[in-house]
């Protein structure tokens, strides 16, 4: 009886040993994550290379020039922006005057209204439009002259985004005025507190004493 028990445990034992090792062998293995190869440093310019680029901010094909003001960017030339500002009063094609414009709402360090202002003179209808929108991005009002300038543009559409950023900079005004009013109020708080601490007639958990005669 022992030996039929025996027996049965060793055919169940070597079944299920057997039924493990073909669903392991059809079980497919779990593939290897990727390896991630590092990202590779980007491309360091010496000084005469930065010249090259800058020369080709004069080269016939629009296309170049606007790529080389792009390259510049990325690279943070230092130098850049006076020839954006020079590329928005003088370069020939407007679809290039118009992506510099957009560009320079992006970067503070190459903010120059004075180009984003001559672009409001531009001859072009989308520059104009671009350069309103940038404005109206940055938010200065300082401009707020020439933008309402436009108000008498001959196109309608230029009329209407002079509206829209003259509004934009009143948004502002009110968002930095509500800003303002709010620092001051919890700044004349303060100074009320702190003097009340001093005249100990502000009970703070500093100046708090037990009171035994309760």
């Known amino acids: 009886m022992r030996r ?11 079944s299920f040993l057997a039924y493990e090792y073909v669903g392991r062998k059809e079980k497919p293995l779990t593939p290897p994550p990727p390896v991630m190869n590092q990202a590779e440093p980007g491309p ?6 930065i010249k090259r680029i800058r020369a080709s901010l004069q080269d ?3 296309g170049v020039r606007w790529s080389a003001a792009q390259l510049l ?3 943070r030339d230092p130098q850049l922006g ?10 020939p094609d407007p679809d290039v005057r118009m992506k510099i414009v957009g560009m320079l709402k992006g970067r503070e360090d190459l903010l120059r209204l004075g180009g984003l202002v001559r672009a409001l003179s531009d ?25 309402t300038a436009l108000l008498k543009d001959p196109e309608v559409d230029v009329r209407v985004e002079a509206l829209k950023t003259l509004g934009r900079f009143q ?40 009171d035994f005669n309760k």
């Open 171 to 210: 948004d502002k005004r009110k968002k930095e005025f509500h800003a303002l009013a709010e620092k001051l109020k919890k700044d004349y708080e303060e100074a009320l507190r702190r003097e009340a601490i001093r005249n100990g007639t502000l009970q703070t958990p500093d100046n708090l004493t037990p």
């Open 4 to 14: 039929g028990f025996a027996l049965v445990v060793v055919l169940a034992s070597s």
């Open 123 to 147: 001859t072009d209808k989308g520059v104009r439009l671009q350069a309103l929108q940038s404005l109206g991005d940055i938010g200065d009002p300082s401009v707020a002259t020439w933008v």
């Open 44 to 49: 360091v310019f010496v000084e005469a290379d």
């Open 73 to 75: 960017y990325n690279i």
């Open 60 to 62: 016939g094909d629009p």
């Open 82 to 91: 006076p020839e954006l500002d020079k590329m928005i009063a003088e370069d």
